[in-house]
């Protein structure tokens, strides 16, 4: 009963080489976000959609990039991941409206060598 | 400016004994304030809501809007209460759509 899925679980990417990390919910929720967290550190906001409104953090690296093809499925990609990109990155979800709490993935580890 | 603090960042008790995670914050307007919990090796996830008044695994929390802090109490602390405990707030000013997040604590609980 999974309700936001990520995959993968474990990533591993050579410095500069391009990785996508996938994120897929069943709660048909309209807000879709993606976080970095590292080690030992509170989620940061990276960007979230509201529908297909693309809401960018100020400072959020022109190097990462997301993806909303459809309701159900958000993509975060890195388009040269250095050694300080390595990191936890979850994906959220939230209802919209009134609805504010919201729904973590398990995260994708990024491991970059 | 929009922010949430937790002054600890590790919290050891005893089990049995009470907990107390304390977590302030500055917003002018009527703030929605939550407790995400995450567990070793799970998911980060909601804990509770202050608008709900509701009371989960034992664990409550009252908004004071004078000291301006959400503290989450527990009178007796379980062995399954050790977690990473993040306060985090919501409201118009941060659109409702993003929650603020303060940088945690750590609780252990020591059998």
């Known amino acids: 009963d999974a309700m936001v899925i990520q995959n993968p679980r474990y990533q591993v990417t050579q410095f500069g080489k391009p990785v996508t990390l996938s994120c897929s919910q069943t709660?048909?929720?309209?807000?879709m976000y993606w976080y970095q967290q590292k080690s030992s550190q509170a989620p940061k906001l990276l960007f979230h959609?509201?529908?297909?409104?693309?809401?960018n953090e100020a400072d959020t690296p022109d190097n990462f990039q997301s993806r909303r093809p459809n309701t159900s499925f958000c993509f975060l990609d890195i388009r040269s991941p250095g050694l300080g990109d390595a990191a936890m990155y979850l994906c959220a979800t939230r209802a919209g409206g009134n609805r504010y709490e919201q729904y973590f993935g398990p995260g994708t580890r990024l491991t970059v060598t | 400016a929009q922010r949430v603090t937790q002054p600890e960042k590790l919290l050891s008790v005893f089990k049995g004994a009470p907990v107390e995670l304390k977590c302030n914050y500055s917003?002018?307007?009527?703030?929605?304030l939550f407790w995400y919990v995450q567990y070793s090796r799970q998911r980060l996830q909601l804990l509770l809501r202050h608008i709900s008044r509701e009371s989960i695994k034992g664990f409550t929390a009252d908004l004071n809007k004078g000291e301006t802090s959400f503290h989450l109490k527990k009178p007796f602390a379980q062995e399954e209460d050790s977690a990473m405990y993040y306060c985090?707030?919501?409201?118009?000013?941060?659109?409702?759509?993003?929650?603020?997040f303060g940088p945690g604590t750590s609780l252990s609980v020591i059998p």
């Open positions: 917003y002018s307007g009527s703030p929605e």
């Open positions: 985090a707030l919501s409201g118009r000013k941060t659109s409702y759509d993003k929650v603020i």
């Open positions: 709660l048909n929720h309209n807000v």
């Open positions: 959609y509201y529908d297909k409104d693309f809401n």
